[in-house]
Antibody
Framework: EVQLVESGGGLVKPGGSLRLSCAAS????????MNWVRQAPGKGLEWVSS????????YYADSVKGRFTISRDNAKNSLYLQMNSLRAEDTAVYYC????????????WGQGTLVTVSS | DIQMTQSPSSLSASVGDRVTITCQAS??????LNWYQQKPGKAPKLLIY???NLETGVPSRFSGSGSGTDFTFTISSLQPEDIATYYC?????????FGGGTKVEIK
């Protein structure tokens, strides 16, 4: 059974940093692209970042470019999102999600971890 | 960037009704259009991929159609467990772009 379990969310002040983690199990993690997708309270889904299976290709939404860094450790079956210079508008539930077919769609999502940026 | 316009933003229908949601892309995206269901407090779930293909295990009352710029998602007979928000999503290499969502409620 595919499982994606996020951790690391919490309350942080504007300008602060946070590192999210996603532990993957039930599939060959090193064979899949992975994504972070977020959802602000009461709002829709927003793609944040993606990373290819071997970390060769990394992409970011314009809203987080230069502040967030995605990475993965295939030996540990883990995905990460380092978030710096956090803003109030980064407040959201952050989902770890597996991409398939050239990352054209997401077939599995984690349960999400809430990040709140507030003073 | 390709924009996705999803409508309506919300709808109310009775159990057994046919429900239709549309998604329009700002340019031709062939059939690279997926539909997700998100129940309150839960992660999204893939229902339809490549415009019209039913994901394994998804009930057959869900269907999708369309190509190019205009796409439709249909629930043939609305059930109480279908209460959720539905999102379309397209692949705008390398980004994944989601529609604004349609909240489906029971009348």
């Amino acid at each position: 059974e595919v499982q994606l379990v996020e951790s690391g969310g919490g309350l942080v002040k504007p300008g602060g940093s946070l590192r999210l983690s996603c532990a993957a199990s039930g599939f060959t993690f090193s064979s899949y692209s992975m994504n972070w997708v977020r959802q602000a309270p009461g709002k829709g889904l927003e793609w944040v970042s993606s990373i290819s299976s071997s970390s060769s290709y990394i992409y970011y939404a314009d809203s987080v470019k230069g502040r967030f860094t995605i990475s993965r450790d295939n030996a540990k079956n883990s995905l990460y999102l380092q978030m710096n210079s956090l803003r109030a508008e980064d407040t959201a539930v952050y989902y770890c999600a597996r991409g398939v077919v050239g990352n054209r769609r997401i077939d599995y999502w984690g349960q999400g971890t809430l990040v709140t940026v507030s003073s | 960037d390709i924009q996705m316009t999803q409508s309506p933003s919300s709808l109310s229908a009775s159990v057994g009704d046919r429900v239709t949601i549309t998604c329009q892309a700002s340019q031709d995206i062939s059939n690279y259009l997926n539909w997700y269901q998100q129940k309150p407090g839960k992660a999204p779930k893939l229902l339809i991929y490549d415009a019209s293909n039913l994901e394994t295990g998804v009930p057959s009352r869900f269907s999708g159609s369309g190509s190019g710029t205009d796409f439709t998602f249909t629930i043939s007979s609305l059930q109480p467990e279908d209460i959720a928000t539905y999102y379309c999503q397209q692949y705008d290499n390398p980004a994944l772009t989601f529609g604004g969502g349609t909240k489906v409620e029971i009348k």
